[in-house]
């Protein structure tokens, strides 16, 4: 089989890559690269023209950007059943994007103090960052999954993206989205990720 090969820092997004890497359960190296000169090398951009990381390497298939990771593994190890089956995948793609678009881009915003005005609500993609707020809060609502009865690829990268928000302040800590990701928190692969980032950020 080809060799899965991440490319990460334990202080970045890899992180979430990371996790979706263990729950697949498919045997992958690691390169971590410090920030600064080594994200800049020539060989590193050839991978990634953008100089950040993650990036994952599958033989000849280079990946970048979390949500894309996420959505490739999916695919490309169905075993693990991290996608729903095609035709049901409607909230599946919609969750995982709006988490990588509108939230990711309100939360953002939080935390660098951008204050959208009225006038430009229709200009960026997520209008105001309450009713982003709202919006993922109505469809968490009792619910332990964002889409369909199980655990996807979708939930690794929205429980992440919130756990983080809400770590760092950038979300309110409303009940629906402490709830969610209680509900991910003891979830083995989680856990096995979150010790080998922490080792790799202790070295």
């Not at 709830?179 to 080998?196: E, F, M, N, V, W």
Request: some cysteine; aromatic content about 10%; charged content about 20%.
């Amino acid at each position: 089989m080809p060799v899965l090969t991440l490319y990460t820092n334990p202080q970045s997004r890899g992180r979430i890559a990371r996790w979706m890497l263990e729950e697949v359960g498919q045997p992958y190296d690691t390169v971590v690269l410090p920030y600064g000169p080594p994200m800049k090398a020539p060989d590193y951009l050839a991978l990634n023209p953008m100089g950040k990381v993650p990036t994952l390497v599958h033989g000849d298939v280079v990946v970048t950007e979390v949500a894309a990771i996420l959505a490739y593994l999916a695919d490309a190890f169905p075993q693990a059943a991290l996608a729903p089956p095609l035709h049901d995948r409607g909230a599946y793609y919609r969750w995982l994007f709006f988490a990588a678009g509108p939230m990711e881009a309100a939360v953002t915003d939080q935390a660098l103090g951008v204050k959208v005005e009225a006038k430009q609500q229709g200009f960026v993609g997520y209008g105001n960052a309450q009713l982003t707020e709202d919006t993922l809060a109505a469809a968490l609502a009792g619910r332990s999954f964002i889409a369909g009865d199980r655990f996807s690829a979708a939930d690794v990268y929205l429980c992440a993206k919130l756990d983080f928000a809400l770590a760092f302040g950038n979300l309110p800590k409303r009940p629906e989205f402490l709830a969610y990701c209680a509900a991910h928190a003891g979830r083995p692969a989680k856990r096995r990720a979150a010790a080998l980032d922490d080792a790799a950020a202790a070295s």
